[in-house]
């Protein structure tokens, strides 16, 4: 049969040169399909001779035979190789950590809290809290400040709203940490030692104040407890807060209606280049308000005032963790926006401790 060696010769071309599945099959229907090439040579054996069809009937089922052989090697090949593509191409390290690895940082008020905590834990002091919605007795009375006393028109408290007709002092958000103390004397009696650090809330919104804070209040109370002491505790503190070898504490004269005497406390600091140094120079920055506790205030704790004596300070963690940290403005603290907590924050696994140094 004339030109079955030229056909053979093209469809096996044409079926190894098959770019994909889809040429793939047209080809197949243009040669072995209904209407294909090869098929309608088959035609053809019905006009021949029988002598002529001995020769060309078993050409031609040769050549559908290995063209279909061909076709269906091709299509294997042609789906081994789509899939060792998307083997490449959809390669998944399972190895790979889950989360990228600084997905979230300790915020600097946590951090200073657990530097403050650690350090005091150090010089005897335990961690009491208090709640933050407050009675005006705690936040206010038993710290000698009664109503209509000008100190509280000072701390722009906000109040809690009563039920119409009940005519009890609303409940406060707490203006500040002192009302712990108060709360730790009844609960502890004397002696003791502690810090509470936490919220505090005052309706005032600028650089350096927001209507949310955090301070640290300290509480020491026990026999012949004098302002010296007060002194040598703060030093410590300073210093080792700080991380410098000395410091220089100034009591400035002050008056707080929960202490008697009452002093401001600044340190001796410089801002050469607009870089804070502690401990040297020709400035003063204000850090805490302390002084010895108003035998009033031990009284309101159950506390003898002729038996026992201590004394308090109160200070803003916020601002200190500004000051350490070279933080600008307080406000950013309470943005949750992400690049400044990847900024300023700490990474999970530093907890502050006293022997590997506390900001490391
Ligand atoms: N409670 C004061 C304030 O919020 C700070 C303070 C001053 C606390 C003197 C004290 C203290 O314990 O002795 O401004």
């Given at each position: 049969m004339d030109g079955l060696d030229a056909l053979r010769a093209k469809v096996l071309e044409a079926v190894s040169s098959a770019k994909d599945e889809a040429a793939l099959e047209e080809l197949r229907v243009a040669t072995?399909?209904?209407?294909?090439e090869v098929s309608l040579k088959m035609r053809e054996l019905g006009r021949m001779t029988p002598e002529e069809r001995q020769v060309a009937g078993p050409a031609l089922n040769a050549l559908k035979d290995e063209v279909n052989a061909a076709l269906a090697a091709k299509k294997a090949g042609l789906a081994d190789a789509a899939l060792n593509e998307r083997l490449q191409t959809e390669w998944?390290?399972?190895?790979?950590?889950?989360?990228?690895?600084?997905?979230g940082t300790i915020h600097p008020i946590s951090q200073v809290s657990d530097e403050v905590t650690a350090l005091f834990a150090d010089l005897g002091f335990a961690v009491a809290e208090g709640p933050q919605v407050e009675s005006d007795w705690y936040n206010f009375d038993a710290l000698n400040?009664?109503?209509?006393?000008?100190a509280r028109g000072e701390m722009d408290t906000f109040y809690m709203s009563r039920e119409d007709g009940d005519e009890r002092p609303p409940h406060v958000?707490?203006?500040?940490?002192?009302p712990v103390q108060i709360r730790s004397m009844l609960a502890q009696g004397a002696p003791l030692r502690v810090i509470c650090p936490g919220r505090v809330y005052r309706a005032d919104y600028d650089q350096t104040h927001t209507p949310m804070f955090h301070q640290v209040e300290g509480l020491a109370i026990d026999r012949d407890i004098s302002m010296a002491n007060l002194k040598w505790v703060l030093e410590e503190f300073v210093k080792a807060f700080f991380e410098v070898d000395d410091v220089e504490l100034r009591f400035r004269a002050s008056h707080f209606p929960?202490?008697?005497?009452s002093a401001e406390v600044d340190i001796r600091c410089s801002w050469e280049g607009g870089q804070l140094k502690i401990g040297e120079g020709d400035d003063w920055l204000e850090i805490l308000g302390s002084g010895m506790v108003h035998p009033k205030v031990l009284e309101a704790g159950g506390i003898d005032p002729t038996e026992w004596q201590g004394f308090a300070f109160g200070m803003g963690i916020d601002r200190i963790a500004m000051l350490k940290y070279g933080?600008?403005?307080?406000r950013a603290f309470f943005d949750s926006d992400l690049r400044w907590l990847r900024h300023y924050g700490f990474a999970a696994l530093d907890q502050p401790n006293l022997y590997a140094g506390l900001s490391r």
């Open positions: 072995v399909g209904k209407k294909g998944l390290d399972v190895t790979l950590p889950a989360r990228s690895r600084r997905a400040i009664p109503s209509h006393h000008p958000l707490r203006t500040h940490t002192s929960f202490t008697e005497p933080i600008p403005d307080l």
